[in-house]
């Protein structure tokens, strides 16, 4: 299986709703980066995004933050998950 990567730019949409992260106060504005990663990817619509940022990203509480924002500004939920969470070993492929 060959899994190839797209480059997500940053738009105004995505640095909109980074900004409304900020306003809901989702994110402190000292990890706005880390909203900006969010909106970026949600805005490109993948199905999912896969971080080891346990302290700002991937965190139940920020996940149905980030989620409601999404909603109230038109896009989808997004997906996040940790590494270990979407990884297949060799082991477990039919």
Known sequence: MTIGAEVAEVTEGALELADAYQVRGVLTPKFYDDGLHV???????VDVLVSWNFR?????????????VNMEYGYKV?????PREVMVYDSEVD
């Open 39 to 45: 909106a970026v990817a949600t805005v490109a619509g």
């Open 56 to 68: 700002h990203i991937v965190r139940f509480d920020k996940i149905r933050l980030f989620g409601a």
């Open 78 to 82: 997004l997906q996040i998950f940790s």
